[in-house]
């Protein structure tokens, strides 16, 4: 049995219900599993609540996971990914001074090298947005803190799978056993 561990994302689709992040959260704190990333969102069915969660753990640690996710009340369905089923991004805002665009055009050259964009310029900060994986938005960070960086910030993973989404084909498969 192989205990090599590797990233996976973790969607768990629940009912909107006060208190739930607190117990998703809880299976993996029980476990001493760090959450390296957890995104909350609406999902296609306004109806359910989506959470996505990215851990390094091994295969049977995630199967483990899924299986104590799914005995929760609320949890509809839980589902976990590798990085090669998904689709997925993080967005990243720098706050940098308004002065290092004072030295010519080098982080306007920056900024476009790692398709970024400026959001905001306001008198002392310039406030710019990279999409991307991890490396890339840690990489224009790297880049930027020569210039000074007055704050930063990078959101959780959204993913999207690229086969069907399986809560649709889940869902439909509880539905036709009701109406047999």
């Keep these: ?6 990233a996976y994302t973790i969607t ?3 009912e909107d219900q006060t208190g739930l992040l607190s117990r998703v959260v ?3 704190n029980r476990r001493n599993i760090n959450i390296d990333s957890l995104t909350t969102s609406a999902s296609s ?4 609540h989506r959470f996505t969660i990215v851990v390094q753990v091994s295969h049977d640690m995630v199967e483990k996971l899924i ?3 799914d005995k929760q009340v609320d949890v509809l369905k839980a589902f976990y990914y590798e990085e090669k089923d998904i689709v997925f991004q993080e967005i990243a805002l720098y706050k940098v001074p308004t002065e290092a665009f004072n030295n010519g055009s080098t982080v306007e050259q920056i900024i476009r ?4 964009r400026v959001l905001l310029i306001e008198k002392e900060f310039v ?3 990279k999409t991307g994986h991890e490396s890339e938005t840690g990489a224009l960070l790297q880049e930027l803190k020569t210039y000074g960086i007055y704050e930063f910030v990078r959101s959780g993973r959204v993913a999207i799978v690229k086969p069907m989404e399986r809560l649709n084909n889940y869902l439909q498969e509880l539905a036709a056993k009701e109406t047999v």
């Design 45 to 48: 069915d306004e109806s359910i």
């Design 127 to 129: 406030v710019i947005e």
């Design 12 to 14: 768990v689709f629940t």
């Design 1 to 6: 049995m192989t205990t090599a561990t590797q």
């Design 67 to 69: 299986a104590q996710l």
């Design 26 to 28: 809880g299976i993996f």
């Design 113 to 116: 090298k790692h398709n970024a």
